[in-house]
C-alpha cells in the first residue's frame, strides 16, 4: 500500500473535482482508495466541523465517505478483474448507481477513520462493493454501493 499511487490519481484532471475525491476541488475530501490485498482501504480524519452532535460524526459525511471509496474501489476492481494496471486505457469511469448506508454505532469524532472495501461483484459495467467505517478499531457504519461505467456520453 506504501507505494501505492491511490486509483484518484489515475482520474484525469477534467474529472477531479469531485467534492468527496477530486484532487482539484479545494473544499473537498480529497478521499484515496488503495488495494490492501483483497480488500480496498482509505482514511481519513473527519475535521471538528463535520459534527452531528458534540463528540459524534455527521452522518451525511460518513455516507460521502462510504460513496467516493465505493466508486473508487469500483475502480480499483474492474482494472483487476482484466488484470491491467489503472494507467491503461480504456480507462474506467464509475459513477454511484445507489448508495446504501447502515449506522450501526455513533462514529466519535476526533480520530482517524478507516474505510475497507469488498469487492462482491463485478459484472458487465457493473461493480458492487461492501464498504464499512471504522473508529478505533470498531466498526460503526456498513455501506452497500453500486457503481456502473459511465456512457460515454456523459464525458464529451
Ligand atoms: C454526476 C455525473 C458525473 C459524470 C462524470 C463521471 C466521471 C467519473 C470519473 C471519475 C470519477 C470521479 C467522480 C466519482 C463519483 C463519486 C460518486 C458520485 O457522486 S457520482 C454522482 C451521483 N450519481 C449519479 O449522478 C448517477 C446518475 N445515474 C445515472 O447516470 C444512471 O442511472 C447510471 C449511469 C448509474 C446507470 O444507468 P445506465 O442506463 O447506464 O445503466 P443500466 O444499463 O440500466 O444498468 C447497468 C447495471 O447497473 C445496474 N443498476 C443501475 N442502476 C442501479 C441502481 N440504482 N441500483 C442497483 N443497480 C443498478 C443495472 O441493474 C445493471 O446491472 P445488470 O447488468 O443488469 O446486472
Redesign the pocket.
Known amino acids: 500500500m506504501k507505494n501505492q499511487k491511490p486509483i484518484?490519481d489515475y482520474?484525469p484532471d477534467e474529472?477531479?473535482y469531485?467534492?468527496?475525491?477530486?484532487r482539484n476541488n479545494e473544499y473537498g475530501h480529497h478521499i484515496k482508495s488503495y488495494w490492501d490485498g483483497d480488500e480496498t482501504v482509505s482514511h481519513f480524519t473527519p475535521k471538528e466541523y463535520h459534527i452531528a452532535i458534540p463528540g459524534y460524526v455527521y452522518g451525511g459525511l460518513l455516507a460521502s465517505l462510504i460513496?467516493?471509496h465505493?466508486?473508487?474501489s469500483a475502480?480499483l476492481a474492474a482494472y483487476k478483474a482484466e488484470n491491467r494496471q489503472p494507467d491503461t486505457l480504456p480507462a474506467f469511469?464509475?459513477?454511484?448507481?445507489?448508495l446504501q448506508v447502515d449506522f450501526l454505532k455513533p462514529t466519535p469524532l476526533g480520530v482517524e477513520l478507516e474505510l475497507r472495501g469488498k469487492i462482491v461483484e463485478v459484472?458487465?459495467?457493473?461493480v458492487i462493493t461492501e464498504i464499512t467505517v471504522s473508529a478505533n478499531g470498531e466498526i460503526t457504519v456498513k455501506g452497500k454501493v453500486?457503481?456502473?461505467?459511465?456512457?460515454e456520453t456523459?464525458?464529451k
Open positions: 484518484q482520474y474529472l477531479s469531485c467534492y468527496g475525491c477530486g460513496d467516493c465505493g466508486t473508487g475502480a469511469r464509475f459513477v454511484t448507481a445507489s459484472k458487465g459495467r457493473k453500486v457503481a456502473v461505467q459511465v456512457p456523459f464525458l
